[in-house]
């Protein structure tokens, strides 16, 4: 069993930074391949960026170089750097985590691009 607690976000100034953190409970943190996703209001989640136990990342179109993942294997925990925030950002940031046999999600934390 894992546990995701994200944390980081808030409200934010169009073209601000955040840094979003999710910290994973149990053992084996380095097998899962890790991803952060988000949902708005009426619309579908989509992903954002992944890191897989391979070290390969991968960014949603959207991200357009804004946005860094990362992971700390030895902290279990996987990191969004989020730069240039735009207002279409605006959502709730998931963490997933998922192994060889199920998937994990994380309770979500907002994200707010608003002047």
């Known amino acids: 069993q894992m546990q995701l607690v994200e944390s980081g976000g808030g409200l934010v100034q169009p073209g601000g930074s955040l840094k979003l953190s999710c910290v994973a409970s149990?053992?084996?943190?380095?097998?899962?391949?890790m991803g952060w996703y988000r949902q708005a209001p009426g619309k579908q989640r989509e992903m954002v960026a992944t890191?897989?136990?391979?070290?390969?990342?991968t960014y949603a179109d959207f991200v357009d170089g804004r946005f860094t993942i990362s992971r700390d294997n030895a902290k279990n925990t996987v990191y969004l750097q989020m730069n240039s925030l735009k207002p279409e950002d605006t959502a709730v940031y998931l963490c997933?985590?998922?192994?060889?046999?199920?998937?994990?999600w994380g309770q979500g934390t907002q994200v707010a691009v608003s002047t």
């Open positions: 997933k985590a998922e192994g060889p046999i199920r998937e994990y």
């Open positions: 149990g053992s084996m943190f380095s097998i899962y391949d």
């Open positions: 890191f897989t136990s391979y070290g390969t990342t």
